[in-house]
Structures are given as structure tokens and as C-alpha cells.
């Protein structure tokens, strides 16, 4: 009897250790290359995703000082930066640390868009004061050591949902958006779409785009390294395709990045820490 009491909190702990660390949600650095010709010297991407205004330190130094360690050309967040039901606090402060010091730019998800007519407004003027340029339909040409780069984005689909609430809104729809920046990106630079929804990843290698920058998936929230890449992700459901890592698809590289958000989610996330992506175009 004695033997056995002392057994069960053994056998107990045993199964315990491989599954602590999985809900390690310290930040994670995760880098990528991506080859092309159409570059004339590297060029180094930061893409933030899926922030849900979670807090990374003191006035968000953690996330700040790793962007930093990284020393990024561009600065890319593809949407949900800002939560619904969180304040924007944190965000903001995070806006404010990068946004005149990199070149930012921006594009909205799901959550930025039901955050309601007034609030969504707020958030858009955040981006603004901070100096972060927001891509909705819309390319930019930007130069980096000689290289032209488009810089293409598109609102989240939700936000042709929610238009009629706002008159101030865009109103053209995802599909539309999508048109607009491949007839606007094509020039011959190298085109990058900065859209939140990886799901559409057929319809973004149709369109040409070399390089699609994607979050919304979450990492899939579970994942079993080796074995799961993602239990489950908004508008993908059970075992989605595209949880966050690199897909290929004719000329089209996409970067699903497996996000930021930690206490805004109502499950934790188990061997998928929060990132902050960096990508190396070659
Ligand atoms: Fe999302």
C-alpha cells in the first residue's frame, strides 16, 4: 500500500514532463529564406502577426528589443495587431517603437474589423500617428539597397462584412482588393502580398505574387511537434493546411506566421510558442 503511494505521483510526474514544456510561451525567433533572382542584395523582412495587443515586457521592450536584434529592412504586420476585447495599450506601444524607425506597413484582420464602427476607426489612427502604412487594395514601391520592391496588401474579408456600418470603411471587397494589387504589381519588381488570411493560398498563387505573408491560423493552436502541425485554425477548422510554416505553390512562396497572441486566447497554446518571423529574401 505504502509502495503504491509513493508510485502514483511518480507515474503522475513521468507523464507530466513532456508536457510542460509544451506550454512554454516564451518568444521565439523562427527564420526562413526565400530565394530570387529579382533581388540585387538580401533583403530582411520582420513580419509580426497576430499581436491581439498581448503584452511582451515593460512597454513591450521584449518584442521591441527583438525586432531590433534582427535589424529588419521592412517592418510587415499582416493584421489582427489589434484584439476586439483587448485594449490597444499594448499594440500602441509596440507601434510606437517601431513604427518611425523601420519602414511599416500594415493590413487588417478579422478582429481589427469586429472591433465595431468607432473602435476600428481608433485603431486605424493609432497606425497613422505612429507612422505605419496601412495596405488596403493597395501597392507600394518601396526601394531596399537597389532592389524595387511592391509591397502589396488587402483587408481581411470581414471587412466587406462590416463596410455598411462605416461608411468610412473600404467597401471594395477582398476578391477586388486582390485584383487591384496584381494588376497594380505588375512592373517586374518583386511582389510581396501582405494579406491576413492564409487560407486563400491557391487564389495568391494564380495571381503571381512571389512572396505571400499570412497569419490568422494561430499555429493551429496544438501542435505535437513532428507529428501535428496545428490542431485546429479559424476558417481552416480541424488539421489545417496552412498552420504557420512555408508552402510553395507554383512560383508562390507563402510565410504563415504562427503569431503573438498569448493571453488573449481562451486555450492555451501547447508546443506552438508566439513568433516574431524573419525572412531573408536572397
Ligand atoms: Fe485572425
Known sequence: MKKRRIMVPIILLALACPVIPGFDSGLKVRCYTVESDAVQAPVRVALISDLHSCGYGENQRELIDAVDSQNPDLVLMSGDIFDDELPDDNTEQFLRGVGKRYPCYYVTGNHEHWSGSGAFLEKMDILKECGVHRLSGVCETVSVRGTAINLCGVDDPEASFTASADPARDTVSFLQQIDQVRKASENGNYTILLSHRPEFFELYAAQGF?????????????????????????????????????????????????????????????????????????
Open 210 to 282: 512571389d512572396l505571400s505573408l499570412c497569419g490568422h491560423a494561430h499555429g493551429g493552436q496544438f501542435r505535437i511537434p513532428g507529428i501535428l502541425n496545428g490542431l485546429y485554425a479559424p476558417n481552416q477548422g480541424f488539421f489545417p493546411k496552412y498552420a504557420g510554416g512555408e508552402y510553395h505553390k507554383k512560383r508562390t512562396v507563402m510565410i504563415v506566421s504562427r503569431g503573438l497572441a498569448r493571453e488573449s486566447t481562451r486555450v492555451p497554446r501547447f508546443y506552438n510558442r508566439p513568433e516574431l518571423v524573419i525572412i531573408d529574401i536572397v
